[in-house]
């Protein structure tokens, strides 16, 4: 099994992490990411809703956490919005940001897609949860694994 860090380098966690403050500056939202080798689950999306969990991201006052999951050997990866994006936006909501994610990963460029998700997560999200001046990071900008 290989480390991570073989993909995503300690300079890249410290861009991935200013790209979550920046998306965060958007929107009301929370934004987490995890990285993890394999996935332990015959199912991606099911990991990713457990690592949903373990991160109390369902906590949230206005349910608007959102996971980027992303299992590298596997090829795997999950965006993981909570019930309070999920019944504000249509089934296809995550599209476009999985389909620029995904484009980068193709070429090995782990950060670069991570980045890109994720200020274009944060863009999606104002509409619905516009940042509020009174707004209360409620969850680590840190790169769970």
Known sequence: MSDITQHI???DEKEIINAI???EKNTSGEIRVHIENKCPED????????????LEMHKTELQNGVLFY???????FVICG???INDAVENNFWDATKDIVISHFKEE?????LVEGII???EE?????????DDINELSDDISK
């Open 109 to 113: 460029k782990y950060k670069q897609g």
């Open 125 to 133: 999200l104002k509409e619905n949860f516009p940042y509020q001046s």
């Open 21 to 23: 403050k920046q998306a």
């Open 82 to 84: 909570d019930k309070g």
């Open 9 to 11: 380098s300690k300079q």
């Open 120 to 122: 274009k997560a944060g």
């Open 43 to 54: 199912d991606a999306f099911d990991r990713a809703l457990q690592i949903f969990e373990k």
């Open 70 to 76: 992303v299992a590298l050997e596997d090829h795997q």
